[in-house]
């Protein structure tokens, strides 16, 4: 299933044109040995109309080109003190790394872009931001004097899962402690910081032929 899946993807890409997502940037990282890169604000924003796309992002002295297909996530969210709140609309990709079936790629597009990209030739690649936009391989990197742009928590989300179905679509419900409210500081930004794990979560399922849909999260904003 995880095969022909690919191969769909693939033949979708036939007459699509690379688009750049990010290009190279001049500078040190605070991050020792991660590359920093500067995101093309034009492609982002031509990438958020596509469904179907080819996106090259440089690492080391090459371009990795990658074929992503965007996946929809259509989910509401709750709070503890009853408030209705509307997210801002989360943009989600996944995909693999082009000639190669056994990678797997996800991009989420919040108010930043993260990603990764895992495969048997780059490892796994992390692509998140500090000040900047970074790009790295978890294993290579030394970082004596970082903290990581996502931020630590010590309460991780209590994620229960419910079956709809015997299938194969599982959806999933998300409640998030009261400590990550207040670590990342507003209700958006803590569904941002969810939305962008589950993202690569969903890519992992789908990849397997597998349709894992968000339906609700609920943030506690008030000390539960």
Do not use: R
């Amino acid at each position: 299933m995880k095969y022909i899946t690919l191969i769909l993807i693939s033949l979708l890409f036939s007459c699509k044109t690379e688009l750049q997502l990010f290009s190279k940037k001049e500078g040190v990282s605070t991050l020792l040995n991660a590359e920093l890169i500067e995101l093309n604000q034009d492609v982002l924003n031509k990438l958020k109309t596509e469904y179907n796309v080819e996106i090259t992002v440089p690492y080391k002295d090459e371009l990795i080109n990658l074929q992503l297909h965007k996946q929809e996530l259509d989910f509401t969210v709750s709070t503890s003190d009853g408030k209705n709140f509307i997210p801002t609309e989360v943009i989600s990709f996944y995909g693999k790394v082009k000639g190669d079936p056994s990678s797997l790629v996800s991009i989420c597009i919040t108010d930043k872009v993260e990603g990764i990209i895992s495969s048997s030739k780059y490892g796994n690649i992390t692509i998140g931001k500090e000040d900047s936009y970074l790009i790295f391989n978890a294993l290579n990197v030394e970082q004596p004097d970082f903290q990581c742009f996502s931020k630590e928590v010590e309460n991780f989300t209590h994620v229960p899962m419910v079956l709809a179905n015997a299938g194969y679509c599982p959806t999933l419900d998300i409640e998030s402690a009261y400590e990550n409210y207040v670590k990342f500081g507003s209700t958006q930004a803590t569904v941002n910081w969810i939305t962008s794990i589950f993202s690569a979560v969903k890519a992992s399922y789908s990849n397997e032929g597998i349709d894992l849909t968000l339906k609700n999260v609920h943030i506690w904003t008030t000390d539960d």
